[in-house]
């Protein structure tokens, strides 16, 4: 049936790369269960905030007036604020920055 929508081989691509996936996210929680690391606790509670710089660093290189200022914005809410917020704020900002900014300096 999914012959003519799906070869073989990107189905078993796909169904490989979702079970990597999934054996790389409980693979922590398996390995780390019943063991109490107070070092490794404290970096996973920073993670986070790595994910977000590993997220918005690329924007320091566009160049662009727009990613630069909501960097920066994202990086004041950050200080302030939970990852969320600060995720709504970068996204949000970003967005609404490279929609208006073109046309309010032209």
Known sequence: ???????????LTILGMGLVTYL??????????NKNYPRLTRVLEILPGCVM???IAPIFVTGKLSDLIA??????TAMRFSFLVTLIVGVGSAGILRHLLPLLLH
């Open 1 to 11: 049936m999914l012959d003519h929508l799906i070869t073989q081989h990107a189905l």
């Open 24 to 33: 790389t996210r409980i693979s922590g929680y398996l390995l780390l269960r």
């Open 53 to 55: 710089i590993s997220l």
């Open 71 to 76: 960097v920066i914005l994202t990086i004041l």
